[in-house]
Structures are given as C-alpha cells and as structure tokens.
C-alpha cells in the first residue's frame, strides 16, 4: 500500500518537474539538439554535386578528409594558437584589475567602471572601433609615428594579424571576467588576511601566499568560460581579416562558418562543426565541474 | 620614512596605478565618443594624434546619416529582439529552476546537468546547422528567429537555481500547509524573494541577445529586418575613410547596454558573490 502511494508520488513529482522544465527542454531540443543531431548525420554524408536532393552515407570520409588536409590542420593550429594568447592576458589582466580595484583608493568605484565599460562594447563595436584606430593610417601609427616608432601592420599584417584580433578580444573581456574576481576577493575573510598581516607578511607574499590559493577556483572559473567565449569569436575576424591575411587568422568558427556559405559544402562544415563542438564540449564539461564544486 | 609617510607614499603610487590601468580603457572609449561627434572635414585635415582626443567641433552628421540609411529601424529590431530574450529567457528559465530546485530525485538532477551544460555552450557554435532547422520549419527571417535561440542560457538557469536553493524550506512548506500549489508558490514565493538574481539572469539574457552578430547575420536574409550590429557591419570597411556613421551607430550600440550595465553592475557583483558563478 504505502509502496504505492509512494510510486503515485514519484510519478507526480515526475510530472511536476516536466511541466516546470517543459519549456526549457523544449527550446533545448530545437536549438541545440536538432541541430547537434543535424551536424553529426550530415558529417558522415556526401551529396551528390549535380544532384542536391541525393545524398549517400560516407562514413568517416568527411573527417578522413579533414584531418588530411594541411589546411584544416593549420585551422586548428591558428585556433589553439588564439586561445593561448588570449588566455593569459585574461586571466592575468582581470587578476591584475580585481586587486588593484579592491584597493583603498580614491575613485575606486570609478575606475572599476571605466575598466568593465568595454565588455558593454558589442562585438561588432569593438571590431569598428579597433579597425578604424589600428588601421595603417590610423591613430594608433600615428601616434607610434609621432613618438618616433616605425608604423605597424596589425591586422592587415600575416605576421600580427591574429595577435592584434587577440588584444582586441582581450581588451574587450578583461573587465567582465574581473567582476568575478572582485566578487571571488571580496569572499575572502578579513581576518584570514589580517592574520597574515599580524605574522608580518609582506604584500607580495600576502599575495602569494594567502589570496591566490583562495582564489583558485574562480580563477579556474575564469579560465574555462573564457576559453569556451574565445572559441566562437567570429565578427572581429570576418569583418577585418576575413580569415587572412594569407589565412593567418582563419579560426575554426571562422572557417566552419565560410565552408559553409562561401563554399557551399555542408557536410564538409558540418564535419568542422562536429570537431569544434568536441572541442567546446570537453570545456564546458570542465566549467560545469566548476560550477557544481562552488555549490 | 616614517610608517605614516610610507602608506601615504604607497596610497599615491596606488592611486596613480589605479588611474593608469583605468586610462587604458578609458581613452580608447573616449576617442570613440569624440570622433562620432567630429565635424567630417576636421577629421581629414587634423594630423595632430593628441587633437583626435580634443572635442574641437560639434557635428551630428553621422548620426543624421545613419538615420537616413534606416539605422533606427534595424536598433528597434534589436531592442525588440532583446527585450523579448529578456522576458521569454526569464520565464523559461525561472520556470526550469523552479523545477529544480521543487523536485529532488535523480531525473532532475540529470535534466539541470544537460539543460545547464548545454546552454553553456554558445548556440553560434551550432549557427551553421541551426540555418538548416529553421529555415526548414519556416522559421528564418523574422523576430521569433532571433530570439528563440537565446532564450536558452545556461549561467541563467544556474542563477536562478541558486537563488531558488538559498529560499528558506520552512516558507515553501508553511505556504504548502496553507494549500499553495507549485505554481502559487513559484509566483508569490520564490520570485519575490529572487529579486536580484532575475535582474543579473536579465542581464545575461540581454547582453547575450544584444552582442549577437553571427546568428542574426546567417538567419535574416532580408535587409530590412537586419539587426543594428548587422546594419552597421554591412556599411562598414576597415580601410574606408568615412568613419562618422560607424562611429555615431557605434555609439547608440554601446550606449544602450551601457546604461543597463551601470545600474546593475554593481548588483552583479554582489549576485554573483552569493550564487556559484565563482
């Protein structure tokens, strides 16, 4: 009896948690599912070129053929080579913001806002903004020419093209991701610190010594979400290098997205697709797990 | 030295680093909002870098030429497009926490760790495939194409189930006693007491609607129904010499989220140091 009445409750809490999460599933399906489901059937088909409507399975063929080719290897290697320079400036520039800005001193509140003003920049602003400013012309070599320093390429150049598309981006996130070292500071009991201080720590070993490991977890935080935001940068690229020059700045988002528009080979984008989502989902898994460890 | 004089010496040093690494976001915003500003012909015969930073003239030709090529109508899309994310990304989400956090068993807890895990991953990864599904269901090209995607985010439903865990059991079952169903609970409950977190969740959903380029530029085809960062990148070329309409459209981008941003950045922090997005 009572065995039955508790299978009645679980049916109903069942019920309950399906109406309550019915939309959000709902929209997960359609917009992540289907075309997850989508990409991963269409990465293992080929189409006929002068007939769109039949298609036949391939197999692997796709990838086979991705992971053959020089270009596709240098696509990862320029999409690796991105995170890793945008990464460390993040990570040690947001760092750097949320102490100086959990300071005493005068105007705090100000500049903390000056420095999380640029995440308010949409993307494409950024990519307007810094285009006109590191243009050949532009401010920027200006003002190198002014001071006496020979004019830069930036963008329009293959050697500094990806690091100038990483500065802006860096540029343009630092501030956000220190909000959440200023709330993950701002958490540290005073009187761990002041404890430190009685012991006569120096700022530096203070530093060292007592914050950074009490900061591990948001910085880990930091980190991975921002790795998974740098992945799909795409405006600041498409808009100002279109990949080159001499595809020095062709990301794996950047060149999924052209393989499928401007060459028109679905399966080979969606293959792309498969591989950059692999990617991506091994990240989040690490932010999820971050995530789950704070609670 | 004297200890007194060496805080002091070491409060200015700090002050002055805190105007430094300030300038460096600063000044850039500042030429921004001078240069969309500047009368056109002073910007191709000054040649001096430091004049650039100066207002010197006062012209509004970059907006009024914006306007005339429709900008306001792609920034009202946009701002409907983003409003509708705040409000339908709310209701879902707020709704799937609630069931969270209402229903314990292991089902729940797989369901929170795919809907959150999911929504984590930005939907432009997916941009590509999703083109395929909309335009099948006859979706692309219109508002709803915009928002339905974003209505999904992961650090939104996380806040909100956070929010929702740190609400006293004892209420939700004295509120139980009185005979309040799960909806009566959710409404006069729980929402109320989650003020904070919905507005940083509105953010997120806001900023993530607002910022989006890709997707509305793969999905709406027709010019007229092109979103503000979209319009402004169809008329814009690095190399071109007329920067004032970028600029001026430019600026309306920035300032719209900007003024959302300085009311509630500070509730941000705050929010985000009592939920787990540590």
């Not at chain 2, 004892?170 to 006693?177: F, G, N, S, V």
Request: hydrophobic share 55%; aromatic share 10%; glycine share 8%.
């Amino acid at each position: 009896m009572s065995g039955r009445t508790h299978q009645i409750r679980r049916g109903a809490r069942t019920g309950v948690l399906l109406a309550f999460t019915g939309p959000a599933l709902a929209v997960l399906i359609l917009t992540r599912l289907a075309p997850e489901g989508l990409s991963l059937f269409a990465s293992f088909e080929k189409v006929d070129p002068f007939d769109g409507d039949s298609w036949s399975f391939v197999g692997w063929a796709n990838f086979r053929q991705l992971f053959t080719s020089a270009a596709f290897w240098h696509v990862l290697g320029v999409t690796v080579w991105f995170v890793v320079l945008v990464s460390p400036v993040i990570v040690v520039g947001s760092l750097y913001l949320a102490w100086l800005y959990t300071r005493t001193m005068p105007m705090r509140g100000l500049w903390r806002t000056v420095a999380f003003l640029p995440s308010a920049i949409p993307s494409l602003g950024l990519t307007v903004m810094w285009g006109v400013a590191l243009k050949p012309t532009g401010v920027v070599n200006k003002t190198l020419e002014a001071i006496g320093l020979p004019a830069q390429g930036f963008y329009s150049s293959a050697a500094q093209a990806l690091p100038t598309i990483a500065l802006i981006t860096a540029w343009g996130g630092v501030g956000y991701w220190m909000v959440f070292l200023i709330a993950g500071l701002l958490d540290i009991p005073r009187e761990i610190l002041d404890a430190a201080r009685v012991d006569g720590a120096t700022p530096w070993r203070e530093f060292r010594s007592v914050v950074l490991p009490l900061l591990r977890r948001p910085l880990l935080f930091v980190l991975v979400a921002n790795t998974v935001w740098v992945f799909q940068i795409y405006a600041p690229i498409q808009v100002l290098t279109n990949g080159g020059p001499s595809e020095a700045t062709s990301t794996l988002m950047f060149d999924t997205v052209r393989t499928a528009t401007v060459y028109s080979n679905q399966q080979q984008a969606m293959a792309q697709m498969v591989v950059l989502l692999v990617l991506l989902g091994t990240t989040v898994a690490v932010q999820f797990a971050l995530l789950g460890e704070r609670e | 030295m004297t200890a007194g004089a060496q805080t002091r010496v070491r409060r200015l040093g700090l002050t002055a680093l805190g105007a430094l690494s300030g300038f460096v976001f600063l000044i850039p915003i500042w030429w921004l909002v001078v240069a969309a500003f500047r009368d056109p012909t002073e910007a191709l015969s000054s040649t001096s870098v430091l004049g650039t930073l100066i207002p010197r003239s006062f012209s509004l030709d970059g907006f009024r030429s914006a306007i005339e090529d429709g900008y306001l109508r792609a920034v009202g899309i946009s701002l409907a497009a983003a409003v509708s994310t705040v409000v339908g990304g709310l209701v879902v989400s707020s709704l799937a926490a609630y069931g969270f956090v209402a229903v314990r068993t292991r089902l729940s807890k797989v369901l929170f760790a795919v809907v959150v895990g999911s929504f984590l991953l930005p939907f432009e990864t997916l941009a590509v495939p999703l083109v395929s599904v909309f335009s099948d269901l006859g979706l692309a090209n219109g508002l709803p194409a915009l928002i339905l995607p974003a209505l999904g985010n992961g650090l939104a439903v996380f806040n909100l189930r956070q929010a929702f865990l740190s609400v006293p059991l004892e209420l939700a079952e004295a509120q139980y006693m009185d005979g309040a169903g799960h909806l009566r609970r959710f409404w006069h409950l729980y929402l109320p007491l989650c003020r904070p977190a919905l507005i940083g969740s509105g953010m997120i959903l806001f900023v993530s609607q607002w910022d989006s380029y890709l997707w509305p530029l793969l999905i709406i085809s027709d010019n007229d129904n092109a979103t503000a960062s979209v319009a402004i990148a169809s008329n814009f070329g690095p190399l071109s010499s007329n920067t004032q309409q970028a600029f001026a459209e430019v600026l309306v981008l920035v300032v719209i989220p900007a003024i959302l941003l300085l009311f509630t950045q500070r509730r941000l922090i705050a929010s985000s140091a009592t939920s787990g997005i540590r």
